[in-house]
């Protein structure tokens, strides 16, 4: 009788042991942190927003000027060498506190060409007095914006009238 009592008081002395309890306590610990993980419902990401509708149409220098990313849409864009871009995708760079956010909404022709990250109030800019260097780099920028970013149109010279797109699938049209 009494070597049994031995027996179980010495187990139990073991098992109790600081070493033991600190064991056992990150046993069950474990166990508790892999059942969690196992029953935890895995909550899905947002899902990404829906694509903007593609905007299609020749705009004015005052129409270009809602499009600086403060619209309720958030749509960026900007003009080069009289083609707009829509720099949507560039929100970081062109959007509301972005480093080119001057450029937003406006014809960034003159500012790109000059190296200036400012663009000029007027009512359309004809840059005829641009060097032939500085020509040549808002070419090269107009052709960066091509390969990254969609056409939307042309930008319309006062008393020129837009070009009617087959492909017009504008948010303006929708709404008509
Ligand atoms: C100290 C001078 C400058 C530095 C360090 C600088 C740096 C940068 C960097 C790091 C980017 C991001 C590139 C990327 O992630 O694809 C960028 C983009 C850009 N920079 Fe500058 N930049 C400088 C001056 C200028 C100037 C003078 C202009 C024009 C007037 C300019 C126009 C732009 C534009 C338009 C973009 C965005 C291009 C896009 O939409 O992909 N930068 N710059």
């Known amino acids: 009788m009494a070597s049994t009592e031995g027996a179980t008081s010495s187990f139990w002395d073991e098992l109790t042991?600081?070493?033991n309890l600190v064991l056992i306590a990150i046993i069950v610990y474990l166990l508790?942190?892999?059942?969690?993980?196992?029953?935890e419902t895995?909550?899905?990401?947002?899902?990404?927003?829906p694509p903007m509708p593609k905007?299609?149409?020749?705009?004015?220098?005052?129409?270009?000027?809602?499009?600086?990313g403060t619209g309720p849409d958030g749509r960026v864009l900007l003009a080069v060498n009289g083609v707009i871009f829509d720099v949507t995708r560039g929100k970081r760079f062109y959007g509301p506190g972005g480093p080119y956010s001057a450029f937003a909404?406006?014809?960034?022709?003159?500012g790109l060409?000059?190296?200036?990250?400012a663009a000029g109030d007027k009512e359309y800019d004809d840059v005829s007095d641009l060097t032939a260097d500085e020509i040549a780099s808002a070419k090269e920028w107009e052709e960066q914006f091509r390969e990254k970013y969609d056409i939307v149109g042309r930008l319309l010279k006062p008393g020129?009238?837009?070009k009617i797109y087959s492909d017009d699938e504008t948010e303006d049209k929708k709404s008509q």
């Open 17 to 19: 042991s600081p070493v």
């Open 32 to 39: 508790y942190k892999i059942l969690r993980s196992h029953f």
């Open 42 to 49: 895995v909550t899905p990401a947002a899902p990404p927003p």
């Open 55 to 68: 905007l299609r149409k020749d705009l004015t220098v005052a129409e270009l000027k809602k499009y600086d």
């Open 105 to 110: 909404g406006r014809d960034a022709t003159r």
């Open 113 to 117: 060409a000059t190296g200036q990250v």
């Open 160 to 162: 020129e009238t837009p």
